[in-house]
């Protein structure tokens, strides 16, 4: 279960990275890359609030101390750390959703995410029946 820890630990600091990355390129433009290199800012404020989230529920799951399965663990820390990741990258490519790549990454960071996040729902319903 201490992946979930180190899950977060990861998120929080890409909440920061994603902070900075945000701060500078809308206060502190830089010549020649101002505009060139985050195309959609909505969309990176998407990615940060959804590290945030991310990062809380791996909190509270390892806070609640109820023994997990390890593997459903993992799935929600590497679910944690990619749907945010589509959020990144469609703000890096105005073209995102027209690739079939992005398109395949997207379906299997949700079903990892999804599985992982049943898994644990599901043991945590277990334990309180």
């Given at each position: 279960m201490e992946i979930l820890l180190i899950g977060a630990v990861l998120m929080i600091f890409a909440v920061l990275a994603s902070a900075w990355l945000m701060?500078?390129?809308?206060?502190?433009?830089?010549?020649?890359?101002?505009?060139?290199?985050?195309?959609?800012y909505k969309t990176m404020i998407r990615a940060h609030v959804d590290f945030v989230l991310m990062a809380l529920f791996c909190l509270a799951f390892y806070a609640v101390k109820i023994p997990l399965p390890v593997l459903a663990c993992w799935l929600v820390v590497i679910g944690g750390m990619t749907n945010p990741g589509v959020f990144v990258i469609a703000a890096f490519d105005p073209n995102f959703w027209d690739k079939t790549i992005w398109k395949a990454y997207t379906i299997v960071s949700f079903a990892i995410?999804?599985?992982?996040?049943?898994?644990?729902?599901?043991?945590?319903?277990?334990f309180a029946l």
């Open positions: 701060t500078f390129a809308k206060w502190f433009p830089i010549e020649g890359i101002d505009g060139g290199f985050l195309k959609d995410t999804t599985i992982g996040f049943v898994w644990v729902g599901l043991t945590l319903l277990n």
